[in-house]
């Protein structure tokens, strides 16, 4: 489906997201409907179609202006 949810964190509640796959670079990019809190490098993401689990992976990289935490700590 086009329009999915998306949970990050184990205990987070999944919100709404809509998705698209780039088989080239082998990517997966999410597109969150509302803010998201907290989405760290290195998280997982599981996909939801209603209860169906359509499928997850770890977050690599974020395409908002958020400044990673180690870029940060390394100046």
Do not use: K, N
């Not at 796959?21 to 809190?37: I, K, R, S, Y």
């Amino acid at each position: 489906p086009e329009q999915v949810h998306v949970q990050i964190r184990a205990r987070g509640t999944p919100c709404p997201a809509r998705w698209q796959w780039q088989p080239q670079e082998d990517v997966l990019e999410l597109t969150v409907d509302t803010p998201a809190f907290a989405v760290a490098l290195g998280q997982a993401a599981v996909l939801y179609d209603g209860d169906v689990v359509l499928g997850g992976g770890i977050i690599s990289a974020r395409l908002d202006t958020a400044v990673p935490r180690d870029a940060l700590l390394s100046s």
